[in-house]
């Protein structure tokens, strides 16, 4: 890493000439007008700019590159510097110093515009702190409407420029046609010959010198620490993320656009994968609300760069299981088109193993991240997990990441220690236990705070209860199942409405909300389910055309004791239903409850 400082001049040379450059991942330049005419006001006083970042390329970028905005004449050279940081410095420095061109940027709310730059001389020769105000933008047509009884402005010439005492900023660094506009602008007053010459001492010459001051990483500087750099420096933007790096690593390697005749484009990739994911299975995300909605691109590169290294180990003992950011970063693009198609075949496979979970909303997914080791595992070991016994196991853990809440902090330890204990215990190791299993627990008291869907475990109660055979309300034809979720619009019901609660029972509001006093219910049997339980199980009943202990069975379906409800005894209800939840858990974890006492059941 060196830092160098050069005039300011020479820098926006490089811009024009391609010799300094962005990488693809840079996003677009956005700074509004009245920054613009903030940073040129600190260039003209000579006031530090700030350190901008580049990655010196040796001849050879290790991305997709791209031009500063206005300099796209330059397209197609190999740049030697990749800017990292001071790309919005730059480029409005670029536009309105250096290009014969009106700047395009956008106004306080936003509204796109296109302005020239001129300094007013009089006022840029007073004090320092009015030099803000002695930047003018001016509008595209250099008609600029004053408010003042001058009126209209008129800079459509080098002779109203001179009139108005305006110097236009965009040739500052052009000495030919700097000294033509000052023949001119002393023709119009001799005594512009004293203002100019404090013009040019406290103005131009300034401007003319300006340093900007740049670190240069060497082109060896690794993509991870590309990466962190980035993300460092651009604390008050968007941050960067892998996809985005990877993106621009894959669309600038040359092996791939001289055999194929165009560079990789990853989004494009990722868009055509996740859309065929989603149109299978809703529970991956909703594409109309943008490629990231659900499943995203970190996940599924997640996945890639399991296989990858759990192959790699195979081959090197030394070598690790691992997905973390590098692991990403440094994924070659002939292994990522190797294993792609592979890895969103496995997650085909998740879709259909959440069906079985009766899971098939995002919004009902207690984890995605738990779907990254498993469509892993799925990859590594193919038709090996269709077997009963492999089922067995994998639901096992899947309901012990659930419930025991083992995904909901850093995870990708875990995702490593699973695949590798799954992949192992599958091929046939008894003595491996995967530590999501052994690690699970479910406190009995837990169920007294699942109140809402931010838990991973209340979701998956909800999912339990479909898939025991809970029965609809109102449609009572049959239990529910995946199929049956959306088209009757089914979620999480109160069993005993809260107002009932409130006037009957407000020692027991708190538990109102728990999962115990909810089920899965449709939205049209809901729409009956108000006063007392007693009443409205009445009107359920007569609706399903059922007789009375009959309907009684339906409820039963969702671990209901029906005399309790029927009798509005919300304390043995929840007993009850308390104890029945605590077996479903124990049932789909394959293991003893921890209770209040902490003696194992």
Known sequence: MALDSLKLSDALADVASGVLQLPDFQREWKWDDERIR???ATVTLDYPLGVVMALQTNGTSPFRTRTLKGAEDAEGRV???LLLDGQQRMTSLFQAL????????VDARGKPMRRWYYVDIAKAIGTP????DAIVSVPEDRILKTGNRKGVVDLTTPEGECAAGYFPLHFVFDTQRVNAWHQEFVKVDVTNWELWGHFQQHVLSRMQAFQVPMIKLAASTTMDAVCAVFERVNTGGVPLNVFELLTATYAGNQEHVARYGDYYKLPDAWLDIKKGLTTSYPVFGRLEAGVEDGLSSSDFLQAVALVRTWRRKREESRAAVSCKRRDLL??????????APRVAEAFEWVGTFLERQCIVRAADLPYRTQLVPLAAVRTILGEETDTEAADELLTQWFWCGVLGEMYGGSTESRFTRDVEQLVERLRGNAEVVPDTITEAAFLDDRLDTLSTRNSAAYKGIYALLV????VDWYFTEAPLNAARLAEYSVEVRQIFPKAWIDKNHRAYGSRANSIVNKTPLSLRASKSMTGSPAGYLKTLSLESGM???WFDDVIGTHLIDSAALH???FEQFYENRSKQLLELVMSAMGKRTVFRDTKAG
């Open 79 to 81: 740049p030697d510097l």
């Open 129 to 132: 702190a009015d030099r803000d």
């Open 547 to 549: 007789r009375p202990e």
């Open 38 to 40: 903030a940073l040129i």
């Open 98 to 105: 250096h290009r014969d061109r009106p700047v395009e940027t």
């Open 330 to 339: 440094e994924l070659p693009l002939a292994d990522f088109r190797l294993l």
């Open 567 to 569: 009798s509005g005894d």
């Open 467 to 470: 898939k025991q055979g809970a």
